[in-house]
């Protein structure tokens, strides 16, 4: 029998820079072991892309574009990064959850291309909600959206690692969410929330003390509202697919930026 060669850290590295953003990253195993090891690093990757998101918003900033231009370019670089798939997820989840369609079809549904009335009116509320947020937190500084574009994208990639953890399961025996499903030990995904959390205290600090405590409260709420997406998506599938990986990533960004935007 051949054994699975050890896995080192950079091929978690590859798996996460190479599966959840879009970059040109050659990922060399698709293993579980490469896939735990990639999902305990998808926080990282969501540096990296809010970190390309809150650029491009300076950047048009110190053009003199306004809040909302620069708003708009921050959301658009994680979609952009992803090719979609996080916001088509969204879409496919709301449809599944919204057809009152037993497990089964439900699942069918969201393997559909195309989108539903469900699916639609989502992505059209929490692009809305993602939007107005960000703006209204560059035209308070600029220091303050460009946190919270990082934030979030480090929430979205967070509530991912928390819903590959140990314990839950896969809808279907293919796909995305077959192969991560349950990969993540669950001390690891609470020692990355926690450290998720120090991170986003650290950030938050930079604005201040109120910041400090803001921050990573923010980022929590995020995880908790996704976690709540995830629970009710295994119930009503029988576990999570590529789709739900995507809604709960979705729910975490837009969460931690509404939450960032209250308390002055």
């Given at each position: 029998?051949?054994?699975?060669?050890?896995?080192?850290?950079?091929?978690?590295?590859?798996?996460?820079?190479?599966?959840?953003p879009?970059?040109?990253?050659?990922v060399?195993r698709?293993?579980r072991?490469?896939a735990?090891?990639?999902m305990?690093?998808?926080?990282?990757?969501g540096?990296?892309?809010?970190?390309?998101?809150?650029?491009l918003g300076?950047?048009?900033?110190?053009?003199?574009?306004?809040?909302?231009?620069?708003?708009?370019?921050?959301v658009?670089?994680?979609?952009a990064?992803?090719?979609?798939l996080h916001?088509?997820?969204?879409?496919?989840?709301?449809?599944g959850?919204?057809?009152?369609?037993p497990?089964?079809?439900?699942?069918?549904?969201m393997?559909?291309?195309?989108?539903?009335?469900?699916?639609?009116?989502?992505?059209?509320?929490?692009l809305?909600?993602?939007?107005?947020a960000?703006?209204?937190?560059?035209?308070?500084?600029?220091a303050?959206?460009?946190?919270a574009?990082?934030?979030?994208?480090?929430?979205?990639r967070?509530?991912?690692?928390?819903a590959a953890?140990?314990?839950?399961?896969?809808?279907?025996?293919?796909?995305?969410?077959?192969?991560?499903a349950?990969?993540?030990?669950?001390p690891?995904?609470l020692?990355?929330?926690?450290?998720?959390?120090?991170g986003?205290?650290?950030?938050?600090?930079?604005?201040?003390?109120?910041?400090?405590?803001?921050t990573?409260?923010a980022?929590?709420?995020?995880a908790?509202?996704?976690?709540?997406?995830?629970?009710r998506c295994v119930?009503?599938?029988?576990?999570?697919?590529g789709?739900?990986?995507?809604?709960?990533?979705?729910?975490?960004?837009?969460v931690?930026?509404?939450?960032?935007?209250?308390?002055?």
């Amino acid at each position: 029998m051949t054994e699975t060669p050890p896995t080192s850290s950079f091929d978690g590295l590859r798996f996460a820079f190479g599966t959840l953003p879009v970059l040109p990253v050659r990922v060399h195993r698709w293993d579980r072991a490469a896939a735990r090891g990639g999902m305990l690093a998808a926080p990282v990757a969501g540096l990296v892309v809010g970190a390309a998101s809150a650029g491009l918003g300076l950047l048009l900033l110190l053009l003199g574009a306004g809040p909302l231009l620069a708003a708009v370019a921050s959301v658009a670089v994680p979609a952009a990064l992803t090719r979609g798939l996080h916001l088509d997820g969204l879409a496919d989840t709301a449809d599944g959850l919204g057809s009152g369609r037993p497990a089964e079809d439900a699942l069918r549904i969201m393997k559909q291309s195309d989108i539903g009335p469900f699916g639609v009116l989502t992505l059209v509320l929490v692009l809305l909600a993602q939007v107005a947020a960000l703006a209204r937190l560059y035209d308070d500084s600029w220091a303050r959206g460009a946190v919270a574009a990082v934030v979030c994208a480090v929430a979205a990639r967070l509530a991912l690692t928390l819903a590959a953890r140990a314990g839950v399961p896969a809808a279907r025996p293919e796909g995305l969410g077959a192969a991560v499903a349950g990969v993540v030990p669950v001390p690891g995904a609470l020692a990355v929330a926690a450290g998720c959390a120090a991170g986003a205290a650290v950030a938050g600090a930079l604005l201040g003390t109120a910041g400090a405590v803001r921050t990573p409260l923010a980022l929590l709420a995020g995880a908790a509202l996704a976690e709540l997406l995830l629970r009710r998506c295994v119930r009503r599938f029988g576990g999570v697919t590529g789709d739900v990986f995507g809604g709960v990533a979705e729910t975490a960004a837009t969460v931690t930026l509404v939450a960032l935007t209250l308390g002055g």
